[in-house]
C-alpha cells in the first residue's frame, strides 16, 4: 500500500526523468549508427580519440570502441549515469528524509506502518524505476538495431548504477538531518565516482574500479559481454541497504545521526531583511550549482584546443556545429555554452520553487505575518534566481575560458568565453519567468510545469535538427531567439525582445501570487 502510495505521488515527475533517458539512447544510438556505420569510420575514430585523454575522461574506456554498440555505450554511459542517480536520489530523498522534514512521514508512521516499511518502500520505488529504465534502454537500443546481447547488458549495467545510488541515498538520509545535506553526500560520491572512472580511464585503469560508473562501463557492453562486473554493484548495495537499516534503528525520528551544529544566539544584520534570508537559505545550493557548472566550462574548454583536429578526422561532426567546419573553434564555443545555459535554467527553476516549497512547508507564513509585504518576499527570492543564473553563466564562462587558455597559453581567449554564456542571460531568465508565472497562477501543478519548459528547450536546443522540428517549434523556445555568438553577431534587439517577455511574465506571476491563498 505505501509503495503503491509513493507511486502514486511520483506519477507527474517520474515519467519524465524515463523519458529523457530514453531520449539519450535513441539520439545517440541513430546519430552514432549514422555517423560511423562502417568499420572504417569506427577505426578512424578509434584512432582519433585514442590519443585524446580529454575525450576519454569525458566518456569512458576506448576497449568500447571496437564495435557500433560499444561506441554509443562510450558516448553516452556516463552521463546517462548521471541521470539515473539524479532520479533515485530524488526519488529516496523525497520519500524518507524531506518527508520526515515536512511532517508527512509522522503521519504515515501514525497508522499501522513499521518504521522500516518507508524506508524499504522507497527503496522499492527506485528499484521499480531503475528497472523501467533498464527495459527501455534495452528496447529502444534492439529496436535502433544493436545486439540483443548487448543491450540486455546496457540496459542491466545502467540499472545497477541507478540501485548502488538509491542505496547510498538511504545511507546519506539515515546520516543527516537535513535533505538538502543528504543530496550534497550524494552529488559529491557523484563527483567523485566521475572523477575516479575518468583518472582511471584515461591511466592503467585501476582506479575506474572504484567507480559504480566504472564498473558499469567495465562491463564492456557489445564489446566482449563481460556480466561479472556487475556483482560489485549488487554486493555495494546490499551492503548499503543493509547499513541503512541498521543505522534506521540507531537514530531518533526526524534527527540523524550528525546532529545540526546550534546557530549563534543572535542573527547577523543581513537576516534583518527578507533578501538576505533568501540568499542565507539558498547560498549553499547557488555555490553547489556554479561549482558543478564551472568544472563542466572547464571541461569543455580543456578539449577546446582539440576539436579542429577531430572534425578534419570526423568531417560528418561539424554537422551538429553551428557554424559547420568553417569556423570550428567558434561553433564549438557556441555549441558548448548553449548546453551548459540549459542547466543553468535549471538552476533559476529549482530557486524559483524554493518559492513553493517555503509555502508548502510553512515557513513562509511567520515571516509573511510580520511587516513583510508578499511584494518584497517574493522579490528577495527572485533576486536569488535572477541573479543566481548570472552567477551561474559566469561560472561556466570562467571555466571554459581559463581551460581553454591554458592549453593555448593566451590569456586573452578567457573573455569570449564570458561573452558568449552572458548572451544567454535574456533566455535563463525567461525560463525563470515562465516558473514564476506558474507559482503565481497554477501552484500545484508548477513545478511540473517548470520542468517541462526546461525539458522542451532542451529538446529543442539539442535534437532539433535530429528531430526535425518545424520552425514554429523551434521558436518556442527562447534560447533559438538567442544570437548564437560568435558563429553569428549579437544583436540587441531580439535579447531585448525576450527581457520584455520575461518581465511581462514575472509581473503577472506576482499579480497571480498576490491574489491567491498562501500555501
Given amino acids: 500500500m505505501l509503495l503503491r502510495f509513493m507511486l502514486r505521488r511520483e506519477r507527474a515527475t517520474l515519467p519524465w526523468w524515463l523519458l529523457g533517458a530514453t531520449l ?10 549514422s555517423l560511423y556505420g562502417s568499420a572504417e569510420d569506427l577505426a578512424q575514430l578509434r584512432a582519433t580519440i585514442g590519443g585524446n585523454t580529454a575525450v576519454i575522461a569525458m566518456s569512458g574506456p576506448t576497449e568500447l570502441l571496437t564495435t557500433i554498440g560499444g561506441e554509443v555505450v562510450f558516448e553516452i554511459f556516463a552521463f546517462l549515469s548521471i541521470v539515473v542517480v539524479l532520479m533515485n536520489m530524488f526519488l529516496v530523498g523525497r520519500q524518507t528524509r524531506a518527508d520526515e522534514e515536512t511532517g508527512r512521514a509522522e503521519l504515515i508512521r501514525s497508522t ?3 518504521r522500516h516499511a518507508p524506508l524499504a518502500s522507497a527503496l522499492g520505488l527506485a528499484a521499480l524505476a531503475d528497472l523501467a529504465v533498464g527495459v527501455l534502454v534495452f528496447a529502444v537500443a534492439v529496436g535502433t538495431g544493436l545486439p540483443v546481447a548487448g543491450s540486455a547488458l546496457f540496459g542491466t549495467a545502467i540499472t545497477a548504477v ?3 545510488f538509491a542505496a547510498l541515498t538511504a545511507v546519506a538520509a539515515q546520516i543527516f538531518e537535513n535533505v538538502r545535506t543528504a ?9 567523485a565516482a566521475f572523477a575516479l572512472r575518468a583518472a582511471g580511464d584515461t591511466g592503467n585503469g585501476v582506479l575506474s574500479w572504484l567507480s559504480p560508473i566504472g564498473w558499469g562501463q567495465r562491463t564492456f557492453p557489445y564489446a566482449g559481454d563481460r556480466w561479472w562486473p556487475l556483482l560489485l554493484p549488487l554486493v555495494t548495495t546490499s551492503v548499503m541497504v543493509a547499513l541503512a537499516m541498521v543505522l534506521l534503528e540507531r537514530r531518533d525520528f526526524g534527527a540523524g545521526l550528525i546532529p545540526s551544529r546550534p546557530g549563534p544566539p543572535s542573527a547577523s544584520r543581513a ?7 533568501a540568499w542565507r537559505l539558498q547560498r549553499g545550493a547557488l555555490v553547489g550549482w556554479a561549482s558543478g557548472l564551472a568544472l563542466l566550462g572547464v571541461a ?7 576539436i579542429e583536429q577531430y572534425v578534419r578526422d570526423n568531417p560528418e561532426f561539424a554537422d551538429f556545429l553551428p557554424g559547420g567546419a568553417e569556423s570550428v573553434l567558434d561553433s564549438y564555443l557556441a555549441l558548448t555554452v548553449s548546453v551548459s545555459a540549459l542547466l543553468a535554467a535549471a538552476y533559476g527553476v529549482t530557486s524559483v520553487l524554493r518559492v513553493r516549497a517555503e509555502e508548502t512547508s510553512g515557513r513562509a507564513e511567520p515571516v509573511l505575518a510580520t511587516a513583510t509585504s508578499r511584494l518584497t518576499w517574493l522579490a528577495a527570492q527572485l533576486s536569488v534566481a535572477l541573479a543566481g543564473t548570472v552567477v551561474a553563466l559566469l561560472a561556466i564562462g570562467i571555466g571554459e575560458g581559463v581551460a581553454y587558455a591554458l592549453t593555448v597559453s593566451d590569456a586573452d581567449q578567457v573573455p569570449r568565453p564570458i561573452g558568449i554564456a552572458l548572451t544567454y542571460v535574456p533566455a535563463v531568465w525567461l525560463v525563470v519567468a515562465v516558473a514564476v508565472l506558474a507559482v503565481g497562477w497554477l501552484p500545484r501543478p508548477a513545478a511540473a510545469v517548470a520542468w517541462v519548459v526546461v525539458g522542451y528547450c532542451a529538446v529543442v536546443t539539442l535534437f532539433a535538427n ?5 520552425e514554429w517549434a523551434q521558436r518556442a523556445s527562447p534560447f533559438t531567439h538567442t544570437p548564437q555568438v560568435p558563429v553569428e553577431s549579437l544583436t540587441a534587439l531580439p535579447l531585448l525582445a525576450v527581457t520584455l517577455v520575461a518581465a511581462a511574465f514575472l509581473a503577472t506571476g506576482y499579480v497571480g501570487f498576490r491574489r491567491r491563498d498562501i500555501g
Avoid: E
Avoid at 535513441?26 to 552514432?32: E, G, M
Avoid at 537576516?271 to 534570508?277: P, T
Avoid at 569543455?300 to 582539440?306: A, H, K, L, Q, V
Fill in 24 to 33: 539519450l539512447v535513441l539520439v545517440q544510438s541513430t546519430q552514432s549508427q
Fill in 112 to 114: 499501522q506502518v513499521g
Fill in 466 to 470: 535530429s528531430f526535425d522540428l518545424p
Fill in 183 to 191: 543530496y550534497g553526500s550524494v552529488a559529491a560520491v557523484l563527483g
Fill in 162 to 164: 541507478g540501485l548502488t
Fill in 300 to 306: 569543455y574548454g580543456s578539449i577546446g584546443n582539440s
Fill in 271 to 277: 537576516l534583518g531583511n527578507a533578501y538576505g534570508l
